[in-house]
């Protein structure tokens, strides 16, 4: 160990504080308490400042526990007491690996020695990784007395929960650290009766390692043991390691870490529909290719301006005919005759206009009887170009017909351009792939004849995730139901879909080619069971990175979002990982608002110049933005709030008859109407109302917002 300094970081945790940093205090008691021990034990703190918020509070400690500045002593200050935001422990605590109630009981008993008010302080210690982490009390004497306390002994702890590092530690610098802070050197592994080899990470070691890590930033050898349901009660976790992001936090990730897209050249049909254009597409020809009439009647030549020329006022011989379809060259129509001619078809050379048959009358026809001879034509007023198309005036051969970042719609406006213009293909942005895996022994085929028993559940999953997925115009690849026996085969079923070799679907007993799934989506065991395999097979057997474990929000509280760092031959691209919670509301809500956005941006949405030049009939607009659309919505009745997530409530939102605004109803209230259990909570739903957490309900009337998943009808 080139640098034998043990590195500290102070979290100020005060809401004074953080608006005015001046304020604070405690960060100069601290440095002056370490700066006192003897030199070239503590490297100078870092020192941060958040409010009293809990995601700020394990924002910061996360940062450093898990990031690449590693810290190996963080120290919080305030937020310990019994107020009621006073949260730093229960910040802290869900983050600690291995607690160390024997650090709270020397602060407690240093503090209690001065007051007896130490009794109402909560404090927390413990390590998380590799780090040590003490939440301090907030007032600079109480923090500085705490840390006194412990101060000559930490060094020690410090080196004892680097470990990695401790046999270096012990034949350079850590004598001399130890002795430096006036304690004596043990070889405390063994004085523990643990292990004295003590191996670089945590990884094989059974003693007391009973959590797993988010682990933003560090490499699979650095992380911990995780949740093993091979391991007894005590291997298991009994809080989340996982910190609880917001829902902006976790969509932020999901952006940051979906790869950019990539181009393809498609084919001009069906399929094309959900892509986005990779580049400005040009006409290759013009539409109408020729002057066309745009009326059933009669071409004529109208004079440039009155008494220019002839009127179109009389009697005419009828010269010719043209329909739509005529093939050849056509005759140039004669001063004084006029030719008849259907919608869409092509005018003689000559003729300038055409008069609307219902302007004329029959006056004769042709000896045989099946044409006409004369025609009379009852207005002088059809001006040049009256009820004509000129080449090009719908498409300009060489104009811009679609632009890079444009939609391709099943309204059908973009098909139509392409095909109009014989455009044969087009580049657009890759649409990603997405692999669907259910997980659970208690799964059955959703249309296996057999009758259920026991704790058995058909897999709903599946079938709505692929059909939401089809309808969205994704590909998709069944990847069958994974069983949670811990026998590896959730590991297999990832891998074969991560690497693209046949899947097998268990269940139809088919096989499908995974060979280019960019997205995997499961559903359960991504929470606290012991049977909730997700995250420690993506962390621990497939070397993929957790990003988000947790999100405040209900339904989908432990929806878990993960890169895999596999390289595609020909992209270089890391895999995507959504393990959605298995109740079948949480999937289906969670495939809307996290999977949506991360398949928006894959397939190039977003991507728009931001100028509509195409046509000089539309305004400039933004580019499109990924994820579901959000309308403001009245409510027709009030809603119960839940007081700590925020809510995504299942509604029906139509549009009013009467006073064309947007209503919208519940698909269930009570205790059970929106359980996530209750997949009919999204039956008939077009919308997820957004309810932040509050006490209480939200009244009739109240305007919400609303992310529409489905398209609005209209009601009353
Ligand atoms: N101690 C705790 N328990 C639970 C917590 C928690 O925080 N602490 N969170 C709860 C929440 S919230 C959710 S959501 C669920 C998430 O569960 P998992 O993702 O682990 O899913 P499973 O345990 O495998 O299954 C849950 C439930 O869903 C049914 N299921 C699963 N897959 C399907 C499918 N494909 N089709 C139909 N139904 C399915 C499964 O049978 C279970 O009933 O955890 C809570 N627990
Ligand atoms: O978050 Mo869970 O999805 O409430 O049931
Ligand atoms: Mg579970």
């Excluded at 000559?152 to 590092?165: E, F, M, S, V, Y």
């Excluded at 008849?340 to 026809?365: C, F, H, K, Q, Y």
């Excluded at 990847?479 to 269940?507: C, F, H, W």
């Excluded at 049977?531 to 993506?538: A, H």
Aim: glycine fraction near 10%.
């Amino acid at each position: 160990m080139a640098d034998t300094k043990l590195r500290t970081a102070i979290l100020v945790v005060s809401d004074t504080a953080s608006q005015n940093p001046s304020s604070d205090r405690v960060a100069d008691a601290l440095t002056s308490t370490f700066t006192a021990q003897a030199s070239g034990v503590w490297e100078s703190p870092v020192v941060k400042i958040v409010p009293d918020k809990v995601l700020d509070i394990q924002r910061a400690i996360c940062d450093w526990a898990d990031g690449p500045d590693f810290i190996n002593l963080i120290l919080t200050s305030g937020g310990t007491g019994f107020a009621v935001k006073d949260n730093t422990p229960e910040a802290v605590s869900p983050l600690i690996h291995r607690h160390a109630p024997g650090l709270i009981h020397g602060m407690l008993a240093a503090s209690l020695a001065v007051t007896p008010f130490a009794v109402m302080s909560r404090p927390v210690a413990g390590v998380r990784n590799k780090s040590l982490i003490l939440t301090l009390p907030g007032s600079p004497k109480g923090a500085k007395e705490n840390l006194e306390a412990l101060i000559r002994l930490l060094p020690h702890a410090c080196i004892q929960a680097q470990g990695a590092n401790s046999r270096a530690l012990h034949a350079g610098g850590m004598k001399k650290l130890e002795a430096e802070a006036g304690v004596q050197s043990q070889p405390m592994l063994q004085q523990q009766g643990h292990h004295h080899h003590h191996h670089g990470h945590s990884h094989g070691h059974g003693h007391g390692h009973g959590h797993a890590a988010s682990k933003p930033h560090t490499s699979p050898a650095d992380r911990p043991q995780s949740n093993d349901p091979n391991a007894g009660p005590n291997r298991r976790y009994r809080s989340s390691p996982y910190p609880m992001l917001s829902v902006d936090e976790a969509l932020k990730l999901i952006s940051e870490h979906t790869p950019e897209p990539t181009v393809v050249e498609a084919p001009v049909d069906a399929a094309l529909v959900g892509s986005v254009v990779a580049e400005d597409v040009y006409a290759k020809e013009s539409v109408p290719a020729y002057r066309a009439s745009t009326v059933d009647g009669y071409a004529v030549i109208a004079p440039e301006s009155p008494g220019a020329g002839p009127s179109t006022l009389g009697v005419f011989p009828v010269a010719s005919v043209t329909h739509a379809n005529i093939g050849g060259t056509l005759k140039p129509l004669e001063p004084g005759t006029i030719a008849r001619i259907t919608t869409g078809a092509p005018l003689p050379p000559n003729a300038n206009a055409v008069a609307m048959v219902e302007d004329t009358v029959l006056i004769s026809s042709t000896p045989d009887g099946k044409e006409e001879a004369a025609v009379e034509i009852l207005t002088g007023e059809i001006k040049p170009g009256e009820n004509i198309r000129e080449p090009g005036s719908d498409i300009a051969l060489g104009s811009k017909i679609l632009q890079k970042g444009d939609l391709i719609t099943s309204v059908g406006g973009e098909i139509g351009l392409l095909a109009a213009t014989g455009t044969k293909t087009v580049k657009v942005f890759k649409k990603p792939c997405v692999g669907v895996l259910s997980t659970g022994d208690e799964l059955v085929q959703h249309d296996d004849p057999r009758t259920i028993q026991g704790g058995q559940i058909r897999d709903s999953n599946r079938p709505s995730l692929i059909s939401c997925l089809a309808a969205w115009g994704f590909p998709t690849v069944d990847l069958g139901i994974a069983r949670d026996t811990p026998t590896g085969e959730l590991e297999q079923i990832l891998r074969d879909a991560l690497r693209g070799v046949r899947v097998r679907k268990s269940g139809s007993g088919n096989d499908e080619l995974a060979s280019s799934i960019d997205i995997i989506i499961t559903t359960g065991g991504v929470s606290m069971g012991e049977l909730d395999l997700l995250k420690p097979t993506i962390e621990r057997s497939l070397g993929g990175t957790i990003h988000f474990g947790r999100v405040s929000m209900k339904p989908g509280k432990p929806t878990t979002f993960a890169t895999i760092p596999f390289k595609d031959q020909e992209r270089g691209k890391n895999k995507l990982i959504f393990a959605l919670p298995g109740n079948p509301a949480s999937a289906l809500v969670t495939l809307n608002l996290f999977v949506l956005p991360s398949l928006h941006k894959l397939v190039g949405l977003g991507q728009a110049s931001g100028t509509n030049t195409k046509n000089t009939h539309i305004c400039p607009t933004a580019p499109l933005a990924p994820g579901l659309p959000r309308v403001s919505v009245l409510l027709s009745h009030s809603i119960p709030l839940d007081p700590v997530r925020t809510e995504y409530h299942r509604a029906i939102v139509t549009a009013s008859r009467s006073d064309g605004r947007l209503y919208a109803s519940s698909t269930g209230l009570g205790g059970v109407g929106q359980r996530s259990s209750r997949v009919g909570s999204l039956a008939s739903a077009n919308a997820l109302l957004v309810l932040p957490p509050g006490a209480g309900e939200v009244g009739k009337g109240a305007l919400v917002e609303a992310l529409l998943m489905g398209s609005i009808l209209s009601g009353e």
